[in-house]
């Protein structure tokens, strides 16, 4: 392979790959540290102690306190406990929730099941930016209202959500709020107390640990219904033996994680490609998302006129992603810009480039290079 068509991945938010240091340490629990963490005998010792110190290494880069992680098996589960968990609960008082139409799959459609069985969910409309407005999360409030659920980061076109100013909205209502954080913890700030939080959800594989893995943080003395039945385990919020391997590989990945300063090269790799298409193609691409209040590593860009998934087919051996839907040959716009109002002459040739930590500047030059050869021939 030449130098030129080496391989280059720019799709860190759909995963990451495993971090060296999070191998090293999960190691020993795939050799000796085997025991059952709940045995409460000499084979299980290290495991207790590694999912605890796990258990405390989430804690710290949320602000939380230990008791208040409860490990999953990825970000959909941690959503669905705290959406079902919720709705479920012996002490609910209604059957409302409010969330937005731009939400993961894994918070819209727990959304939608829980519709079809007696609950109601208000879903807010974004503005052409992809942000909710706070005061549009006031006026969906109603009596019934249980549950607030708005995503801290959009994982197509990186849009932050201003999640403190709607915390303190929920805080003055007296009701739940829970963030999906997978795509901004470990890129931006995510202390819970910050964001005014109750419940916040965060997925292994986007933070260079293992897939398979999650937590939802749950404040202390919020009452949740178990989506497993079983076992006490995770002090009788999540049935099932333990998995010490993959929370160590989550708790070593959030310690990483609490140092944001690579970040800062990663904004800077990201603003780079933006520029440098902007140069090459001038008004031929748009921005989707917010110019300023977005995650740092994501840039989606239309291709005014063109099909994204044409583009990415063509782009050999690079790594990114469009939100288009392809049913029976039919190409459809992203439902994430359909709610942000994007025309489909624009929408439709969306293209997710997202960065990562072991993004380079000549991967970066590269991407432009071939992009520039697609748009030209």
Not at 45 to 57: C, H, I, T, W, Y
Not at 194 to 218: C, N, Q, S
Not at 272 to 281: D, H, I, N, S, V
Not at 319 to 338: F, K, R
Request: aromatic share 4%.
């Amino acid at each position: 392979m030449t130098a030129t068509m080496r391989q280059i991945y720019l799709d860190y938010n759909a995963s990451t790959p495993i971090d060296p240091a999070v191998a090293e340490a999960m190691q020993p629990f795939l050799d000796d540290a085997f025991g059952n963490p709940s045995s409460g005998h000499w084979a299980s010792a290290p495991a207790k102690v590694g999912l605890e110190r796990a258990r405390s290494q989430v804690a710290a880069l949320l602000g939380a306190s230990p008791d208040e992680i409860v490990f999953t098996s990825g970000g959909s589960e941690a959503n669905n406990l705290a959406i079902k968990g919720t709705f479920f609960a012996p002490n609910r008082r209604g059957a409302h929730i409010i969330t937005s139409a731009i939400e993961h799959p894994a918070v819209l459609k727990p959304c939608g099941f829980l519709e079809r069985i007696g609950g109601a969910v208000t879903y807010l409309p974004v503005d052409r930016t992809g942000c909710v407005d706070p005061e549009d999360v006031r006026r969906a409030i109603a009596p019934q209202t249980v549950l607030i659920s708005i995503m801290h980061a959009n994982n197509e076109v990186g849009t932050i959500q201003p999640i403190a100013e709607i915390g303190a909205i929920a805080r003055q209502y007296g009701i739940r709020f829970h963030t999906d954080a997978a795509q901004s913890v470990g890129k931006i700030p995510t202390k819970v107390n910050e964001l005014g939080v109750d419940m916040l959800t965060i997925a292994g594989h986007k933070l260079y640990a293992p897939k398979g893995v999650g937590a939802l943080y749950v404040r202390r003395g919020l009452e949740l219904e178990p989506l497993i039945h079983g076992a006490g385990h995770e002090s009788g919020r999540r049935a099932g033996t333990e998995s010490a391997l993959l929370a160590v590989g989550l708790g070593t990945a959030c310690a990483l994680s609490a140092d944001l300063a690579p970040m800062t090269h990663v904004q800077a790799l990201r603003d780079r490609l933006w520029k440098a298409l902007q140069e090459r193609f001038n008004e031929g691409v748009a921005l989707n998302g917010h110019a300023m209040h977005r995650l740092p590593n994501t840039l989606n860009v239309s291709f005014v006129g063109r099909i994204g998934a044409d583009i990415l087919g063509q782009l050999r051996n690079v790594a990114a992603s469009t939100g288009s839907a392809c049913h029976s040959g039919q190409i459809e716009l992203s439902p994430v810009l359909a709610a942000m109002r994007v025309p489909e002459r624009i929408g439709m040739g969306a293209i997710r480039f997202s960065l990562g930590r072991h993004t380079t500047a000549d991967e970066i030059d590269a991407v432009v290079a071939r992009l520039a050869k697609i748009a030209l021939s």
